[in-house]
């Protein structure tokens, strides 16, 4: 399985396809979820719940699906 390397948000695409997001915001990161799925979208990033959690400064691709 290759392994994708976290890169710097500046670089990620702003064409509305789906990303995973890391954002750090302190304390206020969750433990469980640091980590979101979202893209730009409106001149912003929009999660699929409609918020983020902190400023994102890095993503990558998402994961191809399960296959089987």
């Known amino acids: 399985m290759a392994v994708t390397q976290w890169r710097p948000i500046d670089t990620a695409p702003r064409d509305g396809t789906f990303l995973l997001l890391f954002a750090a915001s302190g304390d206020e990161v ?10 730009w979208t409106h001149g912003s990033w929009e999660s699929e719940d409609a918020r983020l959690i902190g400023k994102p400064t890095h993503w990558m691709p998402l994961p191809p699906p399960p296959g089987g």
């Not at 969750?30 to 893209?39: D, F, N």
């Open 30 to 39: 969750s433990a469980l979820c640091p980590y979101q799925v979202a893209r």
